[in-house]
């Protein structure tokens, strides 16, 4: 049942990001409202998150449920509460889920990310604890490339700052040398 004001009053946006670093699995998710099944989808690893839109029910408070399925035979699971409007209807409002090994993130309305579920349901096997160890380790190393890089970078720079001032002054005495010397 549309209102005439609900053409003012721009659609909510749930989304759901898949970003879990140490397995890289794919995300499963499931979102269902009172009157509304999403059906499953299936999110690859920081690819394109997986979003729905509505408006909300103005008699009836809105309210979307998701479960968050991974592993190699989905058997870690977190069921939780997607959205749920409030007294005052929302317009345009934007929730952004994040899935990540240790815990399932909120950002609302553009707000920094904010922990909101320890997903312990979503345990990490050694397989991938090892392969964390190595990404950290691989993204350490880079990092101080990095740093050495900028910082030779930076002494390189100040070597021809030096040379270039050193040989312009040594450029003006001898100049002067010889102009003395004319005289």
Not at 80 to 103: K, N, Q
Not at 109 to 133: C, H, T, W
Request: glycine letters at 4%; one cysteine or more; proline letters at 2%.
């Amino acid at each position: 049942m549309k209102l005439p004001n609900e053409a003012k009053c721009l659609k909510n946006t749930v989304a759901v990001q898949n970003n879990l670093t140490l397995s890289r699995s794919i995300l499963k998710v499931h979102c269902e409202s009172r009157d509304d099944d999403l059906g499953e989808h299936s999110l690859e690893f920081q690819g394109i998150a997986y979003s729905f839109s509505f408006h909300d029910n103005v008699i009836l408070f809105t309210r979307f449920k998701c479960i968050l399925r991974k592993g190699a035979n989905l058997e870690y699971h977190k069921d939780f509460v997607a959205y749920e409007g409030a007294v005052s209807r929302g317009c345009g409002l934007l929730y952004i889920w994040e899935a990540r090994d240790e815990a399932i993130y909120l950002s609302k309305n553009g707000e920094p990310m904010k922990l909101i579920y320890v997903a312990s349901a979503f345990l990490i096997s050694p397989r991938d604890l090892e392969a964390a160890q190595l990404d950290d380790l691989i993204r350490e190393i880079e990092q101080k490339s990095l740093f050495y890089y900028q910082e030779k970078k930076k002494s390189l720079r100040a070597r021809y700052i030096y040379r270039t001032i050193f040989l312009i002054i040594s450029l003006c005495a001898m100049f002067s040398s010889v102009t003395t010397h004319k005289t």
